[in-house]
Structures are given as C-alpha cells and as structure tokens.
C-alpha cells in the first residue's frame, strides 16, 4: 500500500465550478449514460420520488480486484482534467457491499474508489495498470453516517481520490499516476463478495465540476 490510512485533505479548489449533474430524478435516466452488465444478471433504476439510482447485483459479479472485471456498470465519457463526485446512501443496511466510482479503459487498465463490503465506513483506492491490480489507499471514515461520497480528481494523468462522510469535512485516499488517453470512460459500479445472493447500491446524485477556465 502506498497509503495505509486516510489523511484530512480538501477537494480542489480548481475544480468548483458544477458543470453537470444527474440527480437521478428522471426516469430515463438522463443521455449519456451506457449501461454494461457483461454477465446480464443485474439491473439498475431511478427512483425519482428519492433522487435514487439503484444498482443491483447478483452473486458471481465478485469484486475487480478479484480478478473477476465483469462487474456492472453505468459510465459515460468525459474528456480534459475534471472532478467526479456522488454520494452513497443506505450504507449501514446490511445488503449495501462493494459500490462507488469507476474509471474503465478495458479489463486491464481500470481505477475504482469504493464502499468495501460489510466495513461500513471501509474505503479503498485500487488501480489496476497493464493487466496488474494493485491496492493503493484504504481507511475508515471515523463517523458512522449512513452517507458516504466519493470524489475522484483528474489533472493530466495524476488522479486523486478523496472521501467524506458529511460532504464538508474531507479526507485523502491518495492518489497516483494513471495515464489514458480522452476521453475517459467514468461513472459507477457494485460488486457482489461471494458467499451472498446479491448486493445493492443506492446513488444519490453524480456531479462534474471543472476549472473555470475550461
């Protein structure tokens, strides 16, 4: 592990100014978004009354790191240095395991920054370069919030990952150098750990900021 455990850091401040945001309140969900579902055992819904995007998935769709990339997936493109962000929510329900953001260039170039399994305030960066996955930043979020976001920050090919609990007070996975070429494709996954019939994830918003002046 380059980083063991989280560090209290601040989102960039490049990056403020909101240039998309799916709320996750119309049913389609809004254009740009491409479903992948290699194994076609899951699915995925809005639930407007909420603002929810539901992503549920069953046994046999293990983690990415588990050397198992068939995880389903909703992505869209982006291109250029650029912020993500979403929020988990329900994450203290016991049916809430492996979920949050993804970066996808194949099954051998991929970044993820997620909620690991049972752990509720577990969080762990992995990247996986040239068909090698590797660990790069774990820890645990001190609160025990329902409510978890996730933030990924590109700028060049340095990405940084950074997590909270309240959406105020931030913390630091780390960060690492992860070239690919534009544009990318970003947006989120759920895993199911074996030994479980299947597990879901519940998405309250994805938003994009960039510089301001890009």
Not at 81 to 95: C, D, H, K, Q, S
Not at 141 to 161: D, F, K, T
């Amino acid at each position: 592990l380059r980083y063991w455990h989280l560090q209290p850091d601040a989102p960039c401040a490049d990056y403020s100014q909101l240039v998309w945001w799916d709320a996750f309140d119309e049913v389609p969900l809004r254009e740009g978004w491409h479903w992948i579902d290699p194994q076609g055992k899951s699915h995925y819904q809005c639930i407007p009354q909420g603002g929810i995007l539901e992503l549920r998935t069953s046994v046999g769709q293990h983690d990415l790191a588990s050397t198992n990339p068939s995880v389903p997936r909703l992505l869209r493109q982006i291109s250029g240095n650029f912020a993500v962000e979403t929020r988990l929510v329900g994450i203290t329900e016991g049916e809430c395991q492996i979920s949050g953001l993804l970066l996808w260039e194949s099954e051998k170039s991929y970044l993820s920054f997620a909620k690991r399994s049972t752990l509720i305030n577990n969080v762990r960066l992995e990247a996986c370069q040239k068909g090698y996955p590797e660990i790069i930043g774990r820890g645990w979020l001190p609160g025990p919030g329902s409510e978890l976001y996730l933030r990924l920050e590109r700028r060049g090919a340095s990405m940084s990952a950074l997590c909270s609990d309240d959406g105020k007070q931030w913390q630091s996975c780390g960060k690492i150098s992860f070239p690919v070429a534009n544009p990318v494709w970003i947006g989120l996954y759920a895993a199911c750990p074996a030994g479980l019939s299947d597990s879901v994830a519940r998405f309250k918003e994805f938003k994009l900021y960039r510089g301001g002046g890009e």
